[in-house]
């Protein structure tokens, strides 16, 4: 292995943020001091993969990988720990210097790997240019002229064709010297499993190179061209070595330049939008490539503004698209402002439309996120009713929560209450109950971190007073007693039974300071940590009902432990019979608004909660 020297590593590990590495491919959604997603290594649908900014660690309680931001890397890519170094590295800008011939030799291997790969997508990048000029292109054009992208647009942005072939481009390239390896690597090529036969990617569609910030093609984005094909209308480049989207800004290397003269940054949802914005004098436009924004996408906009202005399709998936941005930016410290469309309207079709002038005008009045999704909510509801003044204010207030500025979330909090009547502290009561509550991510991890649209069936709120006994009487338990601490970690379903509230919080770092062995050293983190500000964690810290710290070593005398076992598997009951109560009542409400099949699925489901119900109760007795 190349030796690289400690500085370098330690300088990377100040450097490289675990949040900002992880984030930008995984949703990443703030809990207290730590952030959640669905674990990217393993199929779940509740999330269980934990990110700790503060030690700059992960841990999955569900597949229990875990580690550092060079072990995230490593998995993540499928590299060694070298590998993992040189692509932070690379990406912060810090060169690796050479210390020996040995070294010398693989970091001269390493970078001529790299060299090959950005020449190999450059010159598939002209390769795809010069196949516009054959007969084969005729579908290309005529869609070009379909959507009226001139020749300076086609040029600027160098947009190409595929040959509808299966391995066109792979022949051509291994032509030039390209290896299958390296056409692999690049994302160029496929191969099906157990197969050596390469397969070209790309087949028969108008191809997008896409360039990171620097100006050096990193991948592609490729639409098809022919309707009778059933597949995706657009397909882009993996995620490799050579390109991350989600760190990846379209047209940014064009963009960079004018976001001072405009003062901000211009995003819109695809590449036609951003062509027509160009076209249309609005430079400083760019797209997300392939996927949501991520925070690593606001990392490398506030390098150049703090202020963003979003014109996302006036369609219910804009608008969705519109919350969930609204939010992410606001969490990085961002100013946003929205640009409102015309029902049905994106960017691309205003400027065909009505030309240059018409796009300029209505990316000249945008409006303050706030406002925007205030009106936007209030279209959908009807505020004279209590139930919808309160889905208004917190889809409004799912926004503002993630502003870390106290005075800018204390203004948006003002405004609000003053447009829906209601006294401040009100407003300011329904931000704390969704910063404490507990949120869930929708199916596979796919859903947004701040999704202001509510999830079929309530998240888990635990009732006030039973559950913050029962939590504290956990805590007290497991911070003092390693067993019942090993017993509670291995328990599935431990991510349904504890709320997100500071409580909750102290419980799951006593699990994840288990997992990694470190369960004697987390009473003093708890002390130290900002949870202590909690009265009910600070009453438990304090004082304890289980006297004695005892590890798996000393366990204490069989009475202690048959005590401790009592206390555990009470906590664990109540807590699950709260959370069964939390449904059945839900399933209930379902219920007296369903009717038919629905109603008939519902009578079902609400049956075997109240079984599970009495199973439980059954073993308390």
Same mark, same amino acid.
């Given at each position: 292995?190349?030796?690289?020297?400690?500085?370098?590593?330690?300088?990377?590990?100040?450097?490289?943020?675990?949040?900002?590495?992880?984030?930008?491919?995984?949703?990443?959604?703030?809990?207290?001091?730590?952030?959640?997603?669905?674990?990217?290594?393993?199929?779940?649908?509740?999330?269980?993969?934990?990110?700790?900014?503060?030690?700059?660690?992960?841990?999955?309680?569900?597949?229990?990988?875990? %580690?550092?931001?060079?072990?995230?890397?490593?998995?993540?890519?499928?590299?060694?720990?070298?590998?993992?170094?040189?692509?932070?590295?690379?990406?912060?800008?810090?060169?690796?210097?050479?210390?020996?011939?040995?070294?010398?030799?693989?970091?001269?291997?390493?970078?001529?790997?790299?060299?090959?790969?950005?020449?190999?997508?450059?010159?598939?990048?002209?390769?795809?240019?010069?196949?516009?000029? *054959?007969?084969?292109?005729?579908?290309?054009?005529?869609?070009?002229?379909?959507?009226?992208?001139?020749?300076?647009?086609?040029?600027?942005?160098?947009?190409?064709?595929?040959?509808?072939?299966?391995?066109?481009?792979?022949?051509?390239?291994?032509?030039?010297?390209?290896?299958?390896?390296?056409?692999?690597?690049?994302?160029?090529?496929?191969?099906?499993?157990?197969?050596?036969?390469?397969?070209?990617?790309?087949?028969?569609?108008?191809?997008?190179?896409?360039?990171?910030?620097?100006?050096?093609?990193?991948?592609?984005? +490729?639409?098809?061209?022919?309707?009778?094909?059933? *597949? +995706?209308?657009?397909?882009?480049?993996?995620?490799?070595?050579?390109?991350?989207?989600?760190?990846?800004?379209? #047209?940014?290397?064009?963009?960079?330049?004018?976001?001072?003269?405009?003062?901000?940054?211009? =995003?819109?949802?695809?590449?036609?939008?951003?062509?027509?914005?160009?076209?249309?004098?609005?430079?400083?436009?760019?797209?997300?490539?392939?996927?949501? @924004?991520?925070?690593?996408?606001?990392?490398?906009?506030?390098?150049?503004?703090?202020?963003? =202005?979003?014109? @996302?399709?006036?369609?219910?998936?804009?608008?969705?698209?519109?919350?969930?941005?609204?939010?992410?930016?606001?969490?990085?410290?961002?100013?946003?402002?929205? =640009?409102?469309?015309?029902?049905?309207?994106?960017?691309?079709?205003?400027?065909?439309?009505?030309?240059?002038? +018409?796009?300029?005008?209505?990316?000249?009045?945008?409006?303050?996120?706030?406002?925007?999704? @205030?009106?936007?909510?209030?279209?959908?509801?009807?505020?004279?009713?209590?139930?919808?003044?309160?889905?208004?204010?917190?889809?409004?207030?799912? #926004?503002?929560?993630?502003?870390?500025?106290? =005075?800018?979330?204390?203004?948006?909090?003002?405004?609000?209450?003053?447009?829906?009547?209601?006294?401040?502290?009100?407003?300011?009561?329904?931000?704390?109950?969704?910063?404490?509550?507990?949120?869930?991510?929708?199916?596979?991890?796919?859903?947004? $971190?701040?999704?202001?649209?509510?999830?079929?069936?309530?998240?888990?709120?635990?009732?006030?007073?039973?559950?913050?006994?029962?939590?504290?009487?956990? /805590?007290?338990?497991?911070?003092?007693?390693?067993?019942?601490?090993?017993? /509670?970690?291995?328990?599935?379903?431990?991510?349904?039974?504890?709320?997100?509230?500071?409580? %909750?919080?102290?419980?799951?770092?006593?699990?994840?300071?288990?997992?990694?062995?470190?369960?004697?050293?987390?009473? $003093?983190?708890?002390?130290?940590?900002?949870?202590?500000?909690? $009265?009910?964690?600070?009453?438990?810290? +304090?004082?304890?009902? @289980?006297? %004695?710290?005892?590890?798996? #070593?000393?366990?204490?005398?069989?009475?202690?432990?048959?005590?401790?076992?009592?206390?555990?598997?009470?906590? /664990?009951?109540?807590?699950?019979?709260?959370?069964?109560?939390?449904?059945?009542?839900?399933?209930?409400?379902?219920?007296?608004?369903?009717?038919?099949?629905?109603?008939?699925?519902?009578?079902?489901?609400?049956?075997?909660?109240?079984?599970?119900?009495?199973?439980?109760?059954?073993?308390?007795?």
């Amino acid at each position: 292995m190349a030796h690289i020297p400690e500085e370098i590593i330690d300088e990377i590990r100040r450097r490289a943020d675990i949040v900002d590495v992880i984030g930008a491919t995984v949703p990443l959604q703030r809990r207290g001091s730590d952030y959640w997603a669905c674990c990217p290594f393993h199929q779940e649908k509740t999330p269980s993969f934990k990110v700790d900014q503060q030690r700059q660690t992960y841990y999955c309680f569900g597949c229990k990988k875990s %580690g550092n931001v060079f072990h995230y890397v490593q998995e993540s890519i499928n590299t060694d720990f070298v590998g993992a170094v040189e692509w932070l590295a690379d990406r912060l800008g810090i060169v690796i210097p050479e210390r020996d011939s040995g070294d010398a030799a693989a970091a001269a291997k390493r970078r001529e790997w790299r060299d090959n790969g950005m020449r190999l997508l450059d010159d598939c990048a002209a390769w795809f240019r010069q196949n516009m000029g *054959t007969a084969q292109a005729r579908q290309a054009h005529e869609y070009l002229r379909s959507r009226e992208i001139d020749a300076e647009a086609v040029e600027r942005f160098q947009l190409g064709y595929s040959p509808d072939s299966w391995d066109a481009l792979c022949q051509w390239a291994q032509r030039q010297g390209y290896s299958p390896e390296l056409l692999l690597a690049t994302g160029m090529a496929i191969q099906k499993e157990g197969q050596k036969t390469l397969y070209d990617r790309f087949r028969g569609r108008l191809m997008f190179p896409i360039w990171d910030e620097l100006g050096r093609v990193v991948g592609f984005s +490729a639409r098809v061209l022919d309707p009778a094909i059933k *597949t +995706a209308k657009y397909v882009n480049s993996p995620e490799s070595d050579f390109f991350q989207k989600g760190s990846t800004l379209y #047209a940014f290397n064009f963009a960079r330049q004018s976001l001072k003269q405009f003062g901000h940054a211009l =995003v819109c949802e695809g590449q036609l939008d951003v062509i027509a914005c160009h076209r249309a004098g609005l430079t400083h436009a760019i797209a997300a490539q392939g996927t949501a @924004f991520t925070t690593n996408h606001a990392r490398l906009l506030k390098r150049s503004t703090n202020e963003v =202005v979003l014109a @996302f399709d006036a369609d219910s998936a804009g608008e969705e698209a519109v919350r969930r941005t609204v939010a992410l930016l606001h969490g990085a410290g961002m100013s946003v402002s929205v =640009v409102t469309l015309p029902q049905g309207e994106d960017p691309d079709s205003v400027f065909r439309k009505g030309g240059a002038s +018409a796009l300029q005008q209505i990316m000249s009045n945008s409006q303050p996120a706030v406002p925007y999704l @205030f009106q936007l909510s209030c279209a959908r509801n009807d505020l004279t009713r209590p139930e919808e003044l309160s889905a208004v204010v917190n889809e409004v207030l799912t #926004a503002i929560k993630p502003i870390e500025d106290a =005075v800018i979330r204390t203004a948006h909090c003002q405004w609000l209450s003053q447009q829906v009547n209601l006294p401040e502290r009100v407003v300011f009561d329904a931000l704390q109950t969704l910063r404490s509550e507990r949120r869930e991510f929708a199916q596979g991890g796919q859903g947004t $971190p701040w999704a202001a649209k509510p999830p079929t069936m309530p998240a888990f709120v635990a009732p006030v007073v039973a559950s913050e006994q029962t939590l504290q009487t956990l /805590l007290d338990l497991i911070l003092h007693h390693e067993a019942p601490a090993r017993l /509670l970690a291995a328990e599935q379903d431990v991510h349904e039974i504890i709320p997100d509230t500071p409580l %909750g919080q102290a419980v799951m770092r006593v699990l994840a300071a288990v997992d990694i062995n470190e369960w004697h050293d987390v009473e $003093p983190e708890l002390t130290q940590s900002d949870l202590v500000r909690d $009265p009910l964690v600070g009453a438990v810290l +304090a004082q304890t009902t @289980f006297p %004695g710290h005892t590890t798996l #070593a000393s366990p204490g005398d069989d009475a202690t432990a048959e005590k401790h076992q009592r206390a555990y598997d009470d906590c /664990l009951q109540r807590l699950r019979l709260e959370r069964l109560n939390t449904r059945i009542e839900a399933r209930k409400a379902q219920l007296a608004t369903a009717d038919g099949d629905e109603a008939r699925q519902l009578q079902g489901e609400l049956m075997e909660l109240l079984c599970q119900k009495n199973q439980l109760r059954g073993a308390k007795r």
